[in-house]
């Protein structure tokens, strides 16, 4: 989705200062943060596109020539490495440098870790108690589950391309891993094309789970009133999601301010409150956070994610001709 004031921009209808911003964090943050950046500075106009992850790596490369945005603000840190090592992003140390463990973050500045997302299993909390619903990842192979599950569609989302890279990266071996996904496939009725998609088939279909970001199933809950709740699995993958400035920005100075006005502590205590944010910065007041970023519990997977990142491409290939395309 293409922010309705990128649209004049990019017809070259504008006559301020302008700044782009390729993110795939949803409309509700994009606007209030259009609204909020503009607000502190008049004379910019903050336009947004609107689009899964690895869309909008998609279109940073092959923009690289002649780039049209300036920040590309969220994906997890795969993409953000990918990026790196094709040269498509600028270095840009923020004065918060320190304050993001060097895992979360490009030794060459390029890009840096914003928040940290455990992946989860959704269900509705109409219709299921929290027992009742998968405990682990295996337990979603279950006879029981059979189509019951209902998924993001994996390719265009950073987040299920992750999901899909843990899958394996925690088998033995990548046949093993496929093999898997193969029978979660057999699981599933439905691959939704976006994220609200999801969630409202969910909201519908009371006997239907998913796997998606926890903080996201806060937010439904909390910010629109779903009915969902989830269970984090115990070795889980936490995505770190990150910023970066493009490379060859054409709004270069903007791009510097906006990068820095969307990850001050008090925008990131904002946002973890009206969005469940939870923040990658270790040196923020955990009593400007909300209560239950301060009590996350979570055993996360251990992931060598420049490894991971090095594989993602070929296993998402291999799930879409060996899984998604089989006949």
Same mark, same amino acid.
């Given at each position: ?6 649209? !004049? ?20 943050? %994009?606007?209030?943060y259009e609204a909020r950046f503009e607000a502190a500075y008049p004379e910019v106009d903050m336009q947004w596109v609107d689009a899964g992850s690895q869309e909008v790596y998609s279109r940073v490369k092959a923009e690289r020539g002649r780039p049209q ?93 992750? #999901? ?16 898997? %996904? ?30 998606? %970001? ?13 009915? #969902? ?9 936490? %995505? ?8 060859? !920005?054409?709004?270069?100075?903007? !791009?510097?301010? #906006? ?12 946002? &973890? ?6 923040? !990658? ?26 490894? #991971? &990142? ?18």
């Amino acid at each position: 989705m293409i922010g309705i004031a990128a649209l !004049a921009v990019m017809s070259g209808c504008s006559s301020r200062e302008v700044v782009v911003v390729y993110s795939p964090h949803g409309p509700d943050i %994009l606007k209030d943060y259009e609204a909020r950046f503009e607000a502190a500075y008049p004379e910019v106009d903050m336009q947004w596109v609107d689009a899964g992850s690895q869309e909008v790596y998609s279109r940073v490369k092959a923009e690289r020539g002649r780039p049209q945005g300036d920040v590309w603000w969220g994906a997890p840190s795969t993409m953000f490495m990918q990026a790196a090592q094709e040269d498509l992003l600028e270095p840009y140390r923020p004065e918060w440098a320190d304050a993001v463990p060097a895992e979360y973050k490009d030794a060459e500045d390029r890009w840096y870790g914003t928040y940290r997302s455990p992946l989860a299993i959704l269900y509705n909390s109409r219709h299921y108690k929290a027992e009742e619903v998968p405990q682990n990842w295996d337990e979603l192979l279950l006879p029981k589950w059979t189509g019951k599950i209902t998924m993001r569609k994996p390719l265009p989302s950073g987040t299920m391309r992750t #999901f899909i890279g843990a899958m394996i990266y925690r088998a033995p071996g990548d046949d093993d891993g496929i093999a898997w %996904l193969d029978a979660l496939h057999d699981q599933v009725e439905a691959y939704m094309e976006n994220p609200q998609l999801l969630f409202d088939h969910v909201k519908k279909q009371e006997d239907l789970i998913s796997v998606w %970001l926890m903080p996201d199933v806060a937010l439904q809950r909390e910010r629109n009133g779903f009915p #969902f709740e989830c269970v984090v699995p115990p070795n889980t993958p936490v %995505l770190t999601e990150g910023i970066a400035i493009i490379k060859g !920005a054409p709004h270069a100075e903007w !791009a510097r301010r #906006f990068y820095d006005f969307v990850t001050t502590p008090e925008a990131l205590a904002q946002q &973890a409150e009206a969005y469940a944010k939870v923040p !990658a910065r270790t040196d923020l007041d955990p009593k400007t956070l909300p209560d239950w970023i301060a009590s996350l519990d979570i055993e996360p997977m251990e992931i060598d994610w420049t490894t #991971f &990142a090095r594989n993602e491409r070929r296993w998402c290939e291999r799930w879409e001709a060996e899984v998604y395309n089989a006949p």
